[in-house]
C-alpha cells in the first residue's frame, strides 16, 4: 500500500501536449477512477507512473519516493490492460508465476504462492490449462493473479474489462472491489465508462482533453458537477440543461421561450445576472399536467424495466424525465415537468463552469437507519 502524489504532470508528443499539468493526491489504499473520453489522456497518464511513459514535465512519487527516474520495475506497480497478453504455451499456473520464476524463487514456494492466488480469485480448477481453453473473464482473472502475485504496493488498471460482455464485465467489476476490500492495495482504474467508474470508485477523476475537470466521490460528481463537461458526462443520462438568464433578483431563470424556472436563492445567494444554462437531473423531475410547469412536447421513450425515460423537446432543447409508471404519451403530445428550486443546477453558459457565490451544503443529509430495538 502507497500513496501516489502526482504534482504539475505533463506530457508532450513532439509539439503535441496531450496532457496538461495534471495535479493529483492519491491516499494509500484508496480506489481512485479515472473518467473520460477516448483520447482525453487516461492511459498516457497511468503508463507514466507505471514508468513504460517518459513524463515530460513534473513530478510523480510513490510512497513518498519520487519515481521519475526509476525504471517500472522498480516502482511496485502492477498493471493489468484491456488485452491482457497472456502467454499462451504457458499454463494458467505458469502464466500466474511467472514474476517469481524470473525472480529465481524456489519451486516449492512457487507452487504455494500460485496456489494462494489461484484460490483467492477462484482459478483452482483451471491451473493446469492453456490460455486458449478458458473464457474471457476467466483469462482477465489470470491476468489480475500475474499482477497480483508480485504483492505491488499499486495496482494500476488499464480499461481491464471493456474486451469482456455485459455480464461479465458486472461480475468482474464486483471481483475487483472484492478484492480492494481484502487486499487494500492503493488502486488506480482506467476507464471511459461512467457506470463503472461510478460503481468501483473511492473517488473519480474526470479527465477531459489532457486536464482534470473534477475530483470527488462518485456522490459528488454526480450530485454536484463542477462544469458542464462533467454534468453531460457523469449520470444515465446526463443533466438537463436548459439555456436562459438568471435574474437573481427575483429567483429564476427566464428560459428561452418565456417560461420560468425557480431556483435555490439562499444557496445561490452570491450567482451574478447573466447567460446561464440550469440543469436538472431526468429523476428529480415530476410529470404535472400541460401549463402547470416547463411544457414539453413528448418525442419517444426509452423502456428499462423498473422506469421509463420520457424524452421530449422543451423549446428546441432536449429533456428526458425518468418516470416509474403512467400511461404512455403520444408522439406531439405535449407534458408538463416541475422541479423543485432545490434541484436546479447552474452553470455559466459562457466559461461551462458551475456557477460561483453557491453556499456548500453545511451537513450532509443523513441516510435514515433502521433503529434498533
Ligand atoms: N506515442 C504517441 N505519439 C503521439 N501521440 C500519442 C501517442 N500516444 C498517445 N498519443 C495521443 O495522446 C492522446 C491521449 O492518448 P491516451 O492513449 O492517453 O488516451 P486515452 O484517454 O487512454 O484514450 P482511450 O480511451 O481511447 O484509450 C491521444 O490524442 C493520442 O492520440
Ligand atoms: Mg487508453
Redesign the pocket.
Known amino acids: 500500500m502507497a500513496e501516489i502524489a502526482i504534482r504539475n504532470v505533463r506530457?508532450t508528443?513532439?509539439k503535441?501536449q496531450?496532457?496538461h499539468g495534471v495535479d493529483l493526491a492519491i491516499g494509500a489504499g484508496e480506489f481512485v477512477v479515472i473518467l473520460?473520453?477516448?483520447?482525453?489522456?487516461?492511459?498516457?497518464?497511468?503508463?507514466m507512473i507505471a514508468g513504460l511513459e517518459a513524463i515530460t514535465a513534473g513530478e510523480i512519487a510513490i510512497g513518498g519516493e519520487v519515481v521519475n527516474k526509476r525504471e517500472p520495475r522498480e516502482r511496485g506497480c502492477a498493471m493489468v490492460f484491456q488485452n491482457y497478453a497472456l502467454y499462451p504455451h504457458m499454463t494458467v499456473a505458469e502464466n500466474i508465476g511467472y514474476a517469481l520464476k524470473v525472480a529465481g524463487l524456489a519451486k516449492a514456494e512457487r507452487t504455494a504462492r500460485v496456489a494462494a492466488v489461484a484460490a483467492s480469485i477462484g482459478l483452482t480448477d483451471f491451473l493446469d490449462r492453456k490460455p486458449g481453453q478458458l473464457s474471457g473473464g476467466q483469462r482477465q482473472r489470470v491476468a489480475m493473479g500475474r499482477a497480483m502475485i508480485r504483492e505491488p504496493k499499486v495496482f494500476l488498471y488499464?480499461?481491464p474489462l471493456s474486451n469482456l460482455d455485459a455480464r461479465l464485465r458486472v461480475a468482474m467489476r464486483v471481483e475487483i472491489r472484492k478484492l480492494h476490500q481484502r487486499l487494500g492495495t492503493t488502486t488506480l482504474f482506467?476507464t471511459?465508462d461512467q457506470v463503472e467508474a461510478m460503481t468501483l470508485a473511492d473517488r473519480i477523476v474526470v479527465?477531459n482533453a489532457?486536464k482534470v475537470e473534477q475530483v470527488g466521490t462518485p456522490q459528488e460528481v454526480y450530485g454536484r458537477p463542477e462544469s458542464l463537461f462533467v454534468a453531460g458526462f457523469i449520470g444515465t443520462p446526463g443533466l438537463n440543461l436548459l439555456p436562459g438568464t438568471l435574474d437573481p433578483a427575483a429567483g429564476v431563470v427566464h428560459l428561452e421561450g418565456g417560461r420560468r424556472l425557480a431556483y435555490d436563492r439562499q444557496r445561490w445567494a452570491g450567482a451574478p445576472a447573466g447567460r446561464v444554462l440550469a440543469g436538472f437531473r431526468a429523476e428529480v423531475a415530476r410529470l404535472v399536467r400541460p401549463g402547470q410547469g416547463l411544457d414539453a412536447s413528448y418525442e419517444f421513450a426509452e423502456e428499462l424495466g423498473a422506469s421509463r425515460l420520457l424524452h421530449g423537446s422543451l423549446g428546441g432543447t432536449v429533456v428526458v424525465v425518468s418516470v416509474a409508471d403512467g400511461r404512455m404519451l403520444q408522439p406531439g403530445e405535449t407534458f408538463g415537468i416541475e422541479v423543485a428550486p432545490s434541484e436546479v443546477h447552474l452553470f455559466d453558459a459562457e466559461t461551462g463552469r458551475r456557477l460561483p457565490g453557491e453556499a456548500r451544503p453545511s451537513s450532509r443529509q443523513s441516510v435514515p437507519v433502521l433503529e434498533a430495538v
Not at 473520460?36 to 503508463?47: A, D, E, I, M, V
Request: proline share 4%.
Open positions: 506530457k508528443y513532439g503535441l496531450v496532457v473520460g473520453p477516448s483520447g482525453c489522456g487516461k492511459s498516457t497518464l497511468l503508463r488499464d480499461e482506467v471511459h479527465m489532457g
